[in-house]
């Protein structure tokens, strides 16, 4: 099957570009979505084919990502710089569920990616397109995670990485990866929302291609979550997808596949999209509430470091996702990220704090009852349990009070015994 032809088009005044073309905004100053004509697609067919690469051993389509290629980018293969992404697993909730109360959810980890985040599946779509364009350097601003997997795959590419962290806390675990896989990491004086405006104007100056979530082509590679997910479920639609919202590329992408696949008669029903924010971090869910006009959040603050951000990129391509699946934006406080952590954790599962928004945002919503107990939902997990080790010990000894506010309310205390059967006995009280 021919892919169909991709163009840029501005979400705001509807400009078409193209695809070739450097740039990543418009003239206006709107975001750009990667467009294609789908009426002479067959949908059927497609499908059919998706299925039939399922499960192949080697080569580009053995990827979760590229399997779906005709969505996701037209490019040659050798062009093409992947790790075989994807491919992650959709778990039973198990013992997180029957906490939430709900019979009948689903965790898609993204955790199991490469670099240990769904910013894989992105940034394999955006390093091809970058190797399309001929860029030798590669950007951006990152909390962690984006950072991490597009070290991985300049290195991968054989292209130079050059990182904008936030000064104070980043997940250890992230910037252990950021510097392993050999990325140019600046540690700027400021927050997350300083180091996007500075790359921004760094890319434009040095000549180095920006690889934030503002790039369209990551958004493209991101729709294969739920692309893959569905295909997991032999393409029967659930009812909800529950998702945490940062800096709202994920869920644009997840509204996105969605639309297309509609388009396509892939999918008939529509499932509802619910973001997830965090109390500290929310202009998304102030926004969808109040139906107020987007404000950033100047100081924004959450444990969870992934979704740490205040003045999102994505948010009308995320606003649009969740009016036209008719969804919901919801926030949870740190206690209801941890404690929900706390239980994804135990049940087996495990994520990193941001993911967890996932859990605590489907128990929120069933609670209030906008989730009914028998009602199908996919949570997305974002990134790895190993991640972010310091939230999971702080949590487990009961230490995030003071800096975080968080009680260890489930909390699986350590215990130092001597070394004797008796104290053993002892501990396990048998
Ligand atoms: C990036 C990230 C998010 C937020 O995704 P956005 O697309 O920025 O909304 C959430 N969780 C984890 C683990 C992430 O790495
Ligand atoms: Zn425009």
Redesign the pocket.
């Given at each position: 099957m021919k892919s169909p032809e991709m163009y840029l088009e501005c979400v705001s005044c509807g400009k078409t570009y193209d695809p070739w073309d450097l740039r990543y905004k418009c003239d206006c100053g709107g975001i750009l979505d990667v467009k294609r004509d789908l009426s002479k697609i067959d949908g059927e067919e497609l499908r059919k084919l998706w299925d039939s690469r399922w499960g192949l051993k080697r080569g580009v389509e053995s990827s979760g990502v590229w399997r779906y290629r005709e969505l996701i980018l037209s490019v040659p293969d050798e062009m093409i710089v992947t790790r075989q992404e994807g491919n992650t697993r959709l778990y039973p909730a198990g013992s997180a569920g029957k906490w939430a109360g709900l019979s009948d959810l689903w965790f898609k980890h993204?955790?199991e990616n490469p670099t240990g985040?769904?910013?894989d599946r992105g940034m394999t779509c955006g390093a091809s397109a970058a190797r399309r364009l001929g860029a030798k350097s590669v950007a951006c601003a990152s909390?962690?995670?984006?950072s991490a997997s597009m070290a991985s795959y300049a290195a991968v590419a054989g292209m130079r990485a050059v990182i904008f962290i936030p000064e104070g806390k980043i997940a250890y675990g992230k910037l252990a990866q950021a510097l392993a896989y050999n990325g140019r990491t600046l540690q700027i004086q400021g927050n997350f929302d300083d180091a996007m405006a500075l790359v921004q104007d760094v890319c434009r100056e040095l000549n180095i291609y920006l690889l934030n979530?503002i790039n369209p082509y990551r958004i493209e590679g991101?729709k294969a979550i739920c692309i893959e997910t569905l295909q997991q479920l032999d393409w029967q639609v659930p009812d909800w997808f529950v998702?945490?919202?940062?800096?709202?590329?994920?869920?644009?992408?997840l509204g996105k596949a969605l639309m297309e696949l509609h388009e396509l008669g892939i999918i008939t029903k529509i499932p509802r999209i619910a973001?997830i924010q965090a109390e500290g971090a929310n202009p998304l869910y102030t926004m969808w509430k109040n139906h107020t006009e987007f404000k950033p959040v100047r100081n924004p603050e959450t444990i969870?470091t992934?979704?740490k951000?205040g003045n999102?990129v994505?948010w009308p391509k995320?606003m649009r996702a969740v009016t036209w699946s008719n969804g919901v934006v919801e926030q949870v406080t740190e206690q209801e990220i941890m404690d929900a952590k706390a239980k994804l954790d135990a049940a087996g599962i495990g994520?990193?704090?941001?993911?967890c928004?996932s859990l605590a945002g489907a128990k929120k919503l069933r609670d209030s009852g906008v989730i009914g107990p028998d009602e199908k939902v996919v949570g997305i997990?974002?990134?790895?349990i190993l991640?972010d080790p310091d939230a999971v010990v702080g949590y487990h000894q009961d230490t995030l009070m003071d800096h975080y506010g968080i009680r260890g309310t489930f909390a699986n205390k350590p215990v130092v015994i001597p070394a004797t059967l008796d104290a053993v006995r002892k501990a396990l009280g048998d």
């Open positions: 993204e955790g985040s769904f910013k909390t962690g995670n984006t979530s991101q998702i945490p919202g940062g800096n709202l590329g994920n869920n644009s992408a973001v969870a992934a979704i951000i999102p994505s995320s994520a990193e704090p941001a993911s928004c997990l974002t990134g790895n991640k």
